[in-house]
């Protein structure tokens, strides 16, 4: 049976259109199919939200030919500071210090604007051959098959295809259509997000105070004045603070950000997003895989849930290209066993490691406070000890796969 395509992507946010470039480029025939209109993410302004890319997203970025023209758009981060803190007392005299110039790979990651992530994206999707995007298009059903996957769009078209990949986010409708559970629980607590222009230079160093209400995190912005916050906060207090006008939210938010970087001033839309971990029980099942935020949508404490869907990118494209070249069935649970045996336990362990970090340091026993204070001195005072988080942080540990070494496939 001729199918539409090889592979039928549902969700084309950000790793549903990474997979289709590296499966395209590998020989298959991709369509994606998202709910969103490409235009208007396309057009969004400056609205300040962006990601830390590790440094083996980046490798990854590189080898499906995106980075050259993201490359004057982000923001090397040089240096991470890590300290405990409290509203109005300042960073703990004890906090960890990471410098770049530690590790021979170069900066452990950049910083990069959702839109002009996604209108790359975009734009590679559609200049690519092998590529269909239909956005505006929701998927409602699917039907696996001894032959392939039919999938049934919500105008009613039918398409057909070999594997559906549910790149469909944390409320994954492809996860659940295939029986798919999933485990998690929420953190009772919400993101501020928004970004601020500030008098002094970040001089490309991250921040992150960890408040017993939630972390706060202030990311580099290129050019050196402006930092994308992500605050965490109680649900009800986030829930407060949303609500005040401009002025009254800076106030709330100056005490925590602290005096380093001189006056500050909001500079961007200013968001919620509730915090929750949701993993999938299984990451495949017949004519299915899940990637990115429908296979596990983690905590944003670290930063590390685009660049764990990226891992997923990499090795879900490695095994599936190969199996193609070796004449095998791309919807065959054996093919994709060897992803989910590759993948779920590393993202696994990470969810859970973000949540452990989230749990002992979004708390105020004086207790937990001294073990984490002296933990953060151990670590600062340990070189080896402080490269070995630092390679983690660029995302160079682990069995990464070759895209991720930035190797073709
Ligand atoms: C506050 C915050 C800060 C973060 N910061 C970072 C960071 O610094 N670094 C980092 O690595 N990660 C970060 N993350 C995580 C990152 O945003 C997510 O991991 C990433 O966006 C997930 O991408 P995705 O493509 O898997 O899913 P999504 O971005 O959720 O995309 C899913 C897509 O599927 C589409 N869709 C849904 N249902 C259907 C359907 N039935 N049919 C068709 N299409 C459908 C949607 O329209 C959407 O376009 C952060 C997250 C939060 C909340």
Same mark, same amino acid.
């Given at each position: ?9 549902a ?7 990474a ?11 991709v ?14 302004g400056?609205d300040?939200?962006a990601?830390?890319?590790a440094?083996?997203s ?11 023209s993201?490359?004057?758009k ?6 991470i ?10 960073a703990?005299p004890l906090f960890?210090h ?8 170069g ?6 604007e ?7 994206? $975009? ?8 590529i269909? @995007?239909?956005s505006? /298009?929701t998927? &409602? #059903?699917?039907?696996? *098959? ?7 769009l ?11 990949v549910?790149c ?24 501020l ?6 008098e ?17 995190a ?6 050196g004045?402006h930092?994308s916050?992500?605050?965490?906060e ?6 407060a603070?949303?609500?005040?006008d ?10 925590r ?8 001033? $909001?500079?961007?839309?200013r968001?919620t997003?509730?915090?929750? @971990?949701?993993?999938? /029980?299984?990451f &495949? #099942?017949?004519r299915? *895989? ?5 296979a596990?949508?983690v905590?944003?404490?670290a930063?590390q849930?685009?660049n ?13 290209i190969?199996?193609?070249?070796r ?14 045996r590759?993948?779920?336990f590393d ?8 949540d452990?970090?989230?749990r ?10 001294l073990?984490?204070?002296l933990?953060m001195g151990l670590?600062?005072s340990?070189?080896?000890?402080r490269?070995?988080?630092m390679?983690?942080a660029?995302g160079?540990s ?6 991720l ?5």
């Open positions: 049976m001729e199918h539409d395509a090889d592979i039928l992507i969700g084309g946010g950000l790793n549903g259109p997979l289709a470039l590296a499966l395209a480029q590998g020989g298959l025939r369509i994606v199919v998202d709910a969103r209109p490409a235009p208007a993410r396309a057009e969004a400056f300040g939200r990601y830390a890319l440094l083996a980046k490798r990854l970025l590189t080898m499906i030919g995106l980075w050259d993201l490359a004057d982000v923001q090397p981060m040089r240096q500071k890590a300290s405990d803190g409290h509203a109005g007392q300042g703990s960890l990471f410098d770049s110039a530690e590790i021979e790979e900066p452990m990651g950049f910083m990069l959702d839109r002009h992530l996604y209108r790359a994206f $975009l734009q590679a999707m559609q200049t690519t051959p092998g269909t @995007l239909i505006g /298009e998927v &409602v #059903a699917q039907q696996p *098959a001894p032959t392939g996957v039919s999938v049934t919500a105008s009613g078209r039918v398409l057909t295809a070999g594997l559906l549910g469909d986010g944390r409320g994954s409708g492809v996860a659940a259509r295939a029986g798919i559970r999933r485990q998690g629980w929420g953190y009772d607590q919400t993101a997000v928004t970004a601020v222009w500030h002094k230079d970040h001089e490309g160093t991250a921040q992150q105070f960890f408040m017993p209400s939630g972390p706060l202030i990311l580099p912005l290129p050019g004045h930092s916050i992500v605050w965490s109680s649900t009800a207090a986030a829930t603070i949303q609500a005040l401009d002025a009254a939210y800076l106030a709330a938010l100056r005490p950000f602290g005096d380093f970087l001189g006056q500050i001033k $909001l500079a961007g839309i968001f997003y509730p915090l929750s @971990l949701s993993l999938a /029980e299984r &495949v #099942a017949p299915v *895989a899940l990637v990115g935020d429908a596990h949508g905590h944003p404490i930063g849930g685009l764990l869907g990226l891992r997923d990118v990499g090795a879900l494209a490695e095994v599936l190969e199996a193609m070249r004449g095998e069935d791309l919807g065959a649970i054996d093919v994709l066993e060897r992803y989910q590759w993948r779920r993202a696994t362990a990470l969810a859970l490691g973000m452990t970090v989230n002992l340091f979004s708390n105020d026993n004086p207790l937990l406070r073990g984490r204070d933990g670590v600062s340990l070189p080896g000890l490269r070995g988080f390679r983690q660029a160079l682990g069995d990464l796969p070759k895209l070494r930035g190797q073709p496939i």
